[in-house]
């Protein structure tokens, strides 16, 4: 399957802010939600959020809310997540993934979309 591409990955201070985009072209009319889920060593992947095709419903971790913000440009293909106030915890490698069977999977955690990027590096120094 054709996969999501992350860019905008890189490294920054801590409180320092960062865009990650993820472009999904060849199959944008079909997906339910697209967000991204982020995994750092020897942890546990985690959801980060999700946006919803339609109406454009969100969805945060606590981790994400108030600092992280996802949106999508339906005329560019590509969902963004927009981090502000980063912090050292934040590092890890960003993924994207994309929901393409039916709405009913997209309450699933967001790594178990059945489209997945190969990831961007997020590196926060203290």
């Known amino acids: 399957q054709v996969r999501p591409v992350e860019s905008g990955g890189g490294s920054v201070q801590s409180g320092g802010s960062l865009r990650l985009s993820c472009k999904a072209s060849e199959y944008w009319a079909s997906i339910e939600c697209i967000g991204w889920f982020r995994q750092a060593p020897g942890k546990e992947r985690e959801g980060v959020a999700t946006?919803?095709?339609?109406?454009?419903?969100?969805k945060y971790s606590d981790f994400a809310a108030g600092r992280f913000t996802i949106s999508r440009d339906d005329a560019k293909n590509t969902v963004y997540l927009q981090m502000n106030s980063l912090e050292p915890e934040d590092t890890a490698t960003y993924y994207c993934a994309a929901e393409t069977r039916s709405r009913q999977y997209c309450y699933a955690p967001t790594y178990e979309y059945i489209r997945r990027g190969q990831g961007t590096q997020v590196t926060v120094s203290s």
């Open positions: 946006i919803f095709s339609g109406a454009g419903e969100t």
